[in-house]
């Protein structure tokens, strides 16, 4: 996902539930480009319904 130049965050969307993803970041600007951060994380477990 490319974002505008400022952006400050970005909303994942489409997400499975219970599902452990990994999303790796890169910041490019006039300098030149950052290495990789790696953010791990799992989505909440699908909500049961109250009878």
């Known amino acids: 996902i490319r974002l ?3 952006s400050e ?3 994942l ?3 499975e539930w219970n599902t452990e ?3 790796n970041v890169v910041a490019e600007n ?6 990789a951060g790696t ?3 799992r ?3 699908e909500p ?3 009878p």
Do not use: C, D, K, N
């Open 4 to 6: 505008p130049s400022g």
């Open 9 to 11: 965050y970005v909303v």
């Open 13 to 15: 969307q489409s997400l």
């Open 21 to 23: 993803y990994e999303v």
């Open 30 to 35: 006039q300098r030149g480009r950052s290495q």
């Open 39 to 41: 953010l791990s994380f």
């Open 43 to 45: 989505t909440l477990p």
């Open 48 to 50: 049961t319904a109250i």
